[in-house]
């Protein structure tokens, strides 16, 4: 984990100051005031005393599809007038700063997040949006924003859940100079390159960087195929840990692979926290070397970054939709055509889903018109020349590595240094010269698996929240049917979000019979209630609109509102 947050003013403010401890840094100068903190390999600072360049690096940058970018090499990158990165892979936040020339830089895909406000005499600036809460004038959500994340999922702009915050965005570029403030994003366009097919070596190189010889590797496994394909591909076993209840289906079937490898799968359990300061306990983590106890606003994401303050080194086997085309696959079947007919009520609908009833009426109302404003503005920011299959790649890239309300936007905040090797810029150039039919529906991680790994071919995978076959990967109508019945019969169906919902049962009942939700003008608390109340009795199925409620309720109560 790695993080900055700091000010820069338009005037001079500060003396000069310079603190250091282990892997964190306090400076001030000028116009800037800044601290960062991080691991060692993914903190890295060079503070100039000459005319040069000072600059810090959240994150890692890769190099040839094969190597992590070292300090010495970060120093020749950023020391250059104009900094070239349209060639680096990984997932960084750069910022430099040279008299009163401050400058910021973002990786393609925002795999790393940066939230910035201009105020009348400052920017504020923040790797996690929860801190920056701290630290601007008035902080207040946004619901319009909000309504576009959660009901069209989209990430295609660069606006926050908070008002007036932006994000730095998609091969971001911020310069500040004396006043003067240059901020721009470009949607990341897929180049392709036809001389160079795909290269399955390459790729299997990108999924196998060592990160250092004091780390060992350590994949997220779940039960389905990207972190199946993950696998397949590493050279050496590397342990395996899987995140969440032991009776989920995930963390059976990873259960399953590692007794058919030999290979022990660690749990990691956990709850979410109610407040900042809360702490946790662990049933189990990796070991003893991991602490069974942590803080933190949103909790999981505590269990990877104890285990990159030790000595492993957290490979996130999942997000793999560059691979196969998820869940926009109903938009591929309508086609180019389709979408430039502008319908956008009717595409909509194709992947926008009704909230479930957490909020007012009159608001739900126009979160709804929201997203749909902004569903019409992401199919026109599609790059001419990009044809639909490409467009769709960066849609499901945006789509997971999003910004939203929810706790998986501090996940992303802090999962880094978790390593992502399916979302990488090269794998994506690479695989867009490689047939879209012989990638959809899973195709191209079944040959992957069946040529590396052939026995994890003989176990199910995860489907609808159902062990499914695994010859039932290629068939949604086979897996669906499947699912149904094995609902029905076998009733093993709770997901994760039921389990985690049942687990804090007291704590929502007490959240929501409390005066600050009853008086909160967002909610329609007594159809939150109703459900909630169905729910814990076991007459409602599902309790998504619980989590959804749950999790924007934290930032209700983080903002004071």
């Known amino acids: 984990m790695s993080n900055i947050k700091g000010q820069i003013y338009f005037q001079e403010k500060f003396g000069y100051t310079l603190e250091e401890d282990k892997n964190s840094i306090t400076y001030s100068k000028g116009r800037i005031s800044i601290h960062g903190n991080g691991l060692t390999e993914t903190f890295l600072y060079h503070i100039s005393e000459s005319s040069s360049w000072s600059w810090i690096v959240c994150g890692i940058g890769i190099i040839d599809s094969s190597r992590f970018i070292q ?62 809460i701290d630290m601007i004038d008035d902080p207040e959500f946004s619901f319009q924003n909000y309504s576009g994340f959660v009901i069209y999922k989209n990430s295609f ?58 780390k060992k590797p350590v994949l997220l496994l779940s039960g389905g195929m990207d972190s199946r394909t993950v696998l397949a591909m590493q050279e050496e076993l590397p342990e395996l840990l899987t995140l969440g209840d032991r009776n ?34 662990k049933f189990e983590l990796i070991r003893d070397s991991v602490l069974k106890e942590c803080h933190g606003f949103f909790n999981y994401i505590n269990i990877l970054e104890e285990m990159n303050k030790k000595e492993f ?62 569903f ?12 639909i299959y490409e467009w769709i790649t960066l849609l499901q890239i945006r789509y997971r590595v999003k910004n939203t309300a929810m ?43 069946n040529k590396y790994m052939p026995i994890l071919t003989t176990l199910p995978i995860e489907r609808f929240n159902t062990k499914s076959p695994y010859f039932f990967r290629n068939s949604v109508v086979l897996s669906k049917a499947y699912s149904v019945i094995y609902h029905r019969f076998i009733k093993e169906k709770q997901s994760y979000n039921d389990l985690l919902m049942l687990s804090l049962k007291e704590i929502v009942l007490e959240r929501l019979n409390s005066s600050k939700v009853r008086n909160c003008g967002w909610y329609d608390t007594k159809r939150v209630i109703e459900l909630a109340d169905l729910f ?3 007459h409602f199925k599902d309790s998504k609109f619980l989590y959804n409620w749950l999790q924007i309720d934290f930032w209700r109560e983080r903002l004071n509102m």
């Open 71 to 132: 300090h010495s090499e970060w120093q020749n990158i950023i020391n250059q007038e104009e900094i070239k990165l349209d060639q680096l892979d990984g997932h960084w936040i750069i910022f430099r700063w040279q008299a009163n020339k401050f400058e910021f830089y973002n990786d393609p895909f925002e795999l790393r997040k940066l939230y910035l406000k201009q105020e009348h005499d400052r920017v504020v600036f923040s790797t996690q949006l929860v801190d920056l």
């Open 157 to 214: 702009g660069n606006e926050s859940i908070l008002k007036n915050v932006k994000r730095l965005g998609v091969n971001g570029v911020l310069k500040i100079n004396d006043e003067n403030v240059f901020h721009k994003f470009t949607h990341w366009d897929i180049e392709r390159d036809l001389d160079k097919p795909f290269c399955l070596e390459k790729f299997k190189s990108i999924a196998n960087i060592k990160f250092s010889n004091r």
């Open 248 to 281: 989920n289906i995930d963390a059976k079937i990873a259960k399953m692979i590692g007794n058919k490898l030999n290979q022990h799968v660690h749990y990691g359990e956990y709850k979410l926290p109610l407040t900042h300061d809360e702490k946790i306990h």
């Open 313 to 374: 080194w957290a490979i996130d086997g999942g997000r793999g939709e560059v691979i196969r085309h998820g869940s926009t696959r109903s938009i591929l079947f309508f086609g180019k055509k389709y979408i430039q007919k502008n319908d956008i009520i009717s595409l909509s609908k194709l992947l926008c889903t009704k909230l479930y009833p957490c909020f007012e009426n009159h608001l739900e109302d126009k979160m709804i018109k929201w997203a749909e404003i902004e």
């Open 376 to 387: 019409k503005e992401a199919i026109e920011s599609m790059p001419k020349g990009l044809n």
């Open 407 to 449: 706790n998986i936007q501090a996940a992303h905040d802090s999962i880094i240094p978790t390593y992502m090797p399916l979302i990488q810029p090269s794998v994506v150039r690479s695989l867009e010269s490689y047939p879209y039919q012989k990638r959809i529906n899973n195709r191209l991680n079944s040959m992957i698996i």
């Open 536 to 538: 814990y009795n076991g």
